[in-house]
């Protein structure tokens, strides 16, 4: 398996990944707030698609987010997901700078996640570190 493949089942992707990235957009509503729906809605999926079986999973938030998004992404998945299924969600927001998105893009310099999970770092470590000229994620 190469280091990364699209695939138009996202059931197969999720079952050969160990770490799911959503990334989609997040436009604001009327009155300024953020809209969460394409979110939720990825989360639903991601969630019908996991099975106990399938082992721990890494789910990455890409979009850029309110606060305590990833708890709300993380209810969504326990409220749709069957019972015994191990995963954990951390935050990785865009902060593209002007004229430097590739190279922040390529050379990420943080990830955020909400708890400490011996699975977790290792997993997001291996993840970044397979780019060339990658240092190892910051975790805050």
């Keep these: 398996m190469g280091r990364l493949e699209f695939s138009p089942s996202i059931a197969a992707s999720i079952a050969e990944s160990e770490v799911i990235f959503i990334a989609v957009p997040t436009p604001p509503n009327t009155d300024g707030s953020v809209?969460?729906?394409?979110?939720e809605k990825v989360a639903r999926e991601i969630a019908q698609a996991l099975q106990p079986e399938m082992g721990y999973k890494v789910i990455?938030?890409?979009?850029?987010?309110?606060?305590?998004?990833?708890?709300?992404?993380?209810?969504?998945?326990?409220?749709?997901?069957?019972p015994n299924v191990q995963f954990d969600i951390v935050s990785n927001p865009e902060f593209l700078r002007?004229?430097?998105?590739?190279?922040?893009?390529?050379?990420?310099l943080w990830v955020l996640k909400d708890k400490k999970d011996s699975r977790l770092g290792p997993c997001l470590q291996t993840?970044?570190?397979r780019r060339p000229g990658i240092h190892r994620p910051e975790t805050m």
Aim: glycine share 10%; with cysteine.
């Design 35 to 39: 809209d969460l729906t394409y979110i």
């Design 127 to 129: 993840e970044h570190g």
């Design 98 to 108: 002007e004229g430097c998105a590739v190279d922040d893009l390529l050379h990420r």
């Design 60 to 82: 990455v938030d890409k979009s850029t987010v309110p606060v305590k998004t990833g708890e709300k992404v993380s209810q969504t998945i326990k409220h749709y997901a069957g």
